[in-house]
């Protein structure tokens, strides 16, 4: 197959950013679409295959408009650019620059970073009961997150309770030291550090002292009324049917409700039933409840993260085949 060259102007700052320390993100591209680059002043040479080059050009096109618009490129930007240019999909990514939420506690602005994530905020947006499900990585609960402090300092409601099931995750961690407080606190840390990061923890302690912020086990709502708030279920995946039965029955006027889980990371007894199966098939269709599923392309931790995912998934998808032609072997 013949070559063709392709020609961007790019400047040296421009440059410096997307190309990544020691060249690793130019590299990954090369490596991926079969092509080269070559720089030389001002200019990026992209030589290769006629459809590599085009997508390779649509790469970093976007990736150039990105750091054009202040933002620093990462591995997980190059990621996400490589696998929408197989679907000529590149130029949502840009689309997503005007999607922040809010601010952390320092500036730093709060959006989703796929196109995934971007239906999932938009439809907290617009449902008052949203599942989201996907793999570790995602942001489910970070995202539910941003939306629920975004809501309460726009006044669109009145409090936020944060609330998980209080269950190990594979372990036995026998009694614990402290108060009640002290013992379900540990099952609610991831909670905090998200609160902590947007909000800070100095915002987070006046407002917690008023009942304004309540992070809480899922225990806790039992019997409760939630009227006026945003109410964010972690970790769904390990609540009982009659536990989430109970939590969806909680919910008042005024409410809006984000439930998150991984349906593949359950730590519920061998044999349990975990209410969010059960949920998502009983509730599906229903006028404004959404089921939003995010995959591995929408993991925005360490790349390996997502490797990591998608590995598990392929694993579990070979072993049910299997087990699948076993079965009708007998």
Do not use: W
Not at 134 to 142: H, L, N, Q, R, S
């Amino acid at each position: 197959m013949s070559e063709i060259g392709k020609i961007i102007d790019l400047s040296a700052e421009t440059a410096a950013n997307l190309f990544g320390k020691f060249d690793e993100y130019v590299k990954k591209i090369e490596k991926t679409l079969h092509v080269s680059f070559v720089y030389r002043e001002n200019e990026l040479r992209v030589i290769g295959g006629e459809t590599s080059v085009k997508r390779a050009v649509n790469v970093v096109n976007t990736l150039a408009e990105l750091a054009g618009r202040g933002e620093t490129i990462t591995e997980q930007n190059v990621d996400y650019a490589l696998s929408l240019t197989f679907s000529d999909n590149t130029e949502e990514m840009l689309e997503l620059e005007d999607s922040i939420i809010c601010r952390t506690i320092a500036g730093k602005p709060i959006k989703p970073k796929t196109m995934g994530q971007k239906s999932y905020i938009n439809s907290i947006s617009n449902h008052t009961i949203v599942f989201g499900l996907g793999p570790a990585g995602t942001g489910k609960t970070y995202l539910a997150m941003a939306m629920a402090i975004s809501a309460f300092k726009n006044d669109e409601v009145n409090r936020i309770i944060l609330t998980r099931p209080a269950i190990e995750a594979g372990e036995n961690l026998g009694f614990l030291p402290g108060d009640l407080q002290s013992k379900v606190d540990p099952y609610l840390r991831p909670l905090y550090d998200a609160i902590y990061q947007i909000m800070g923890a100095e915002s987070y302690l006046h407002n917690t002292e008023k009942g304004l912020i309540e992070v809480a086990p899922l225990a806790y709502m039992r019997g409760r009324t939630l009227d006026n708030a945003f109410i964010i279920l972690d970790e769904a995946q390990n609540t009982t049917p009659a536990q989430m039965k109970m939590f969806l029955t909680r919910i008042g006027f005024g409410s809006k409700v984000v439930i998150t889980g991984d349906l593949t990371q359950k730590d519920l007894p061998k044999g349990a039933v975990s209410g969010l199966d059960i949920a998502i098939k009983v509730l599906q269709g229903i006028d404004d409840i959404d089921i939003i599923r995010l995959s591995n392309q929408d993991v925005v931790r360490h790349p390996l993260v997502q490797r990591i995912v998608k590995a598990y998934e392929e694993f579990e998808t070979r072993n049910s085949r299997e087990n699948r032609n076993n079965y009708k072997r007998r």
